[in-house]
């Protein structure tokens, strides 16, 4: 009895060992980090549009924030997220010309920062 414990407890152990060795697989994709990259930057266009004057303080922020300082850094993407980044991409066009129509005398600052982050239509790796 007290035999069969010990061999239970041991192999227990050795399960426990080697369960926890094992490497999960990654559940999420580095891909899908490029979604939330691209959509963090939403903010950024109505923040400049209620602060115009510190819009260069706002882009150098966004930068550190969403971890990229140009849509190439993201560039080339997956086929498995090219639905959904051409989306998130779409609303963070929309919310820059929402900006614009708030402040039109910064559309200048707005456009040049929707290029940078966002993409020029029809950019190379860009989703259109």
């Given at each position: 009895m007290i035999k069969t414990k010990i061999?239970?407890?041991i192999?227990?152990?050795i399960f426990l060992l080697l369960a926890s060795?094992?490497?999960e697989p990654n559940l999420v994709s580095d891909q899908i980090y490029k979604i939330d990259k691209i959509t963090s930057i939403q903010t950024l266009f109505e923040s400049i549009a209620r602060q115009p004057e510190i819009a260069v303080d706002l882009i150098q922020t966004a930068e550190n924030v969403a971890g990229y300082r140009d849509?190439?850094?993201l560039a080339p993407i997956d086929e498995s997220i090219s639905k959904k980044f051409g989306y998130a991409r779409g609303v963070c066009i929309s919310a820059c010309a929402e900006a614009i129509a708030r402040q039109p005398e910064s559309h200048a600052i707005l456009?040049?920062?929707a290029v940078k982050f966002l993409?020029?239509?029809n950019?190379?790796?860009i989703t259109a």
């Open positions: 061999i239970f407890n192999f227990c152990a060795c094992y490497k849509i190439s850094e456009t040049a920062t993409g020029a239509y950019g190379t790796g």
